[in-house]
């Protein structure tokens, strides 16, 4: 699912350098490429900040696949060696540290999956995100999304209640782990994780709507119409 990541586009760049470096009207293009390389990696060590650099090692990768035919004619035993050893090294410290640092693509897989409705085929990404990142409390979050929506209310609970231990502050885990615990009949609970939402953030109207459609589950018609009319002015405000 993650081909084209940076793990992969840069062993083939790094190579293309490499085998560019022969060709005297690419040194200069290779220079750049480094300079810039080195100075990404010295200062910035987040991923995202490595994107100006991938059109460069796009640019390279298509060079070395391009010219891995006349490679292969050409070169002899020893230098298909150290180009295969070398490529086996980059591909794996690329990869190494994709896996252990970036869990953002199967997050991001997982969020696409669950906005198009197959939340099935979310659960997988989300739980590689979390096994890449076990803090990860986002990935809990859409962990409980997808259950919740699948009506496999036990699991939902289980991984917002992960998703709120991991980052108590935010509103919206709280609001989730209490439509989860109003799915279950946790009446006492769900009332509970909706006021700290709102405690939390008080613009935020969707707990108000929740503590509305529970109230009249109870038959407290008199707080359930107070509920929906909060939420009502937050709306309107927006």
Not at 33 to 56: D, E, H, Q
Not at 65 to 70: D, E, K, P
Not at 116 to 132: Q, V
Not at 212 to 224: H, S, T
Request: aromatic fraction near 16%; charge should be positive; charged fraction near 25%.
């Amino acid at each position: 699912c993650y081909l084209f990541h940076f793990g992969w586009i840069a062993p083939l760049g790094l190579l293309g350098m490499v085998m560019g470096w022969g060709e005297r009207r690419l040194r200069l293009l290779v220079l750049l490429a480094l300079s810039y390389g080195v100075s990404i990696v010295t200062f910035f060590v987040i991923s995202r900040y490595r994107l100006p650099l991938v059109p460069l090692l796009i640019l390279f990768a298509a060079y070395f696949l391009a010219s891995i035919r006349r490679f292969l004619r050409k070169a002899g035993v020893r230098k298909k060696a150290i180009y295969s050893l070398l490529l086996i090294g980059l591909f794996w410290i690329s990869n190494r540290d994709a896996r252990l640092s970036h869990p953002n693509a199967p997050y991001n897989w997982g969020s696409a999956y669950l906005r198009a409705g197959n939340f099935l085929e979310a659960i997988p990404h989300f739980k590689e995100a979390i096994r890449l990142y076990a803090g990860y409390a986002k990935a809990y979050n859409g962990l409980g999304n997808s259950y919740l929506r699948m009506g496999r209310v036990d699991e939902s609970i289980v991984a917002y209640e992960k998703a709120v231990s991991l980052e108590p502050e935010k509103a919206h885990f709280r609001n989730n782990l209490g439509s989860a615990y109003f799915e279950k009949g946790r009446w006492e609970e769900a009332i509970r994780e909706y006021q700290r939402a709102l405690e939390l953030n008080p613009d935020y109207d969707k707990p108000y709507y929740n503590l509305g459609n529970l109230y009249r589950r109870l038959g407290k018609e008199g707080k359930a119409r107070e509920m929906f009319r909060k939420a009502a002015e937050l709306n309107h405000l927006e």
